[in-house]
C-alpha cells in the first residue's frame, strides 16, 4: 500500500495552532508515520517533544520515526530512527541499536552507501520544488525511478510533493511520499491526507 509519511516542522504550523496540537492531528490524519524532524532543538527538548508524540502516534496508529537523536531514542528504548547520511557513515554501529532505520539520500550513490550501511528504507529528494530547498533544482522523477529500480528496500519521495504530482510518484516506483511544509501548514491534516489518497487511489 502507497504510503503517506509527514515530517514535522515545527515553525510551519498554522498561525495560533500549537506544534503539538498539529503533530496529534496529523498522527490521526492517515498518514502511516510520522518523522519528528526538529533537529535544532536541545536533547532535552526533543526528548519532551518525543516522549508526548509517542504517546500520540500510538493511539492513532501511525510509526513515530525520530530524527538525528539516536541518545534519545536509546534512552526511551525506541527502536525507530530516520538519520542523514553522514550520521551512519561517522558511526556504522548505530545499525546495531535499532531495529528500523532509514536514511536521506540524494543521489544514487548516496543511495547505495546507504544500503551498504544497513538502511531498512530510504527517503529520496527533492523530488520536485520546493521552498524548503530555494534556489536548489529538484533532482526530478527519472532520479527518483532510478533509486528506486535498485533499492531492494522501500524508497519515499520527498520534496515537492502535492495531489497534483503525487500518482507520478507512485509511478515512478516510489512506495510512499514524504510531505512536510504542507500538511504542517493544513489547517485540516484529514482533508490534506485525504486529497492525497484520493490522487492514488
Do not use: W
Amino acid at each position: 500500500m502507497f504510503e503517506i509519511v509527514a515530517v514535522t516542522n515545527r515553525s510551519c504550523c498554522p498561525a495560533g495552532r500549537a506544534f503539538a496540537a498539529q503533530v496529534a492531528r496529523i498522527a490521526a490524519s492517515g498518514v502511516s508515520k510520522v518523522i519528528l524532524r526538529e533537529k535544532d532543538l536541545t536533547p532535552e527538548a526533543y526528548k519532551g517533544l518525543a516522549v508526548a508524540f509517542l504517546r500520540d502516534c500510538k493511539d492513532c496508529g501511525a510509526e513515530l520515526f525520530l530524527h538525528s537523536f539516536a541518545a534519545v531514542a536509546r534512552e526511551l528504548n525506541h527502536a525507530e530512527i530516520h538519520l542523514p547520511l553522514p550520521v551512519l557513515e561517522a558511526q556504522p554501529s548505530l545499525r546495531q541499536d535499532f531495529k528500523t532505520i532509514g536514511v536521506s539520500v540524494h543521489s544514487l550513490e548516496q543511495a547505495r552507501i546507504a544500503l551498504r550501511l544497513g538502511a531498512d528504507y530510504l527517503s529520496a529528494g527533492h523530488v520536485f520544488a520546493t521552498d524548503c530547498k530555494k534556489g536548489l533544482a529538484p533532482r526530478g522523477l527519472s532520479f527518483l525511478s532510478e533509486i528506486c529500480g535498485e533499492a531492494p528496500v522501500p524508497v519515499y519521495a520527498i520534496g515537492g510533493i502535492s495531489a497534483a504530482n503525487i500518482q507520478s510518484v507512485r509511478e515512478a516506483g516510489a512506495a510512499g511520499a514524504c510531505v512536510m511544509s504542507g500538511i504542517m501548514e493544513s489547517e485540516s491534516p484529514e482533508a490534506y491526507v485525504d486529497a492525497l489518497l484520493q490522487k492514488i487511489g
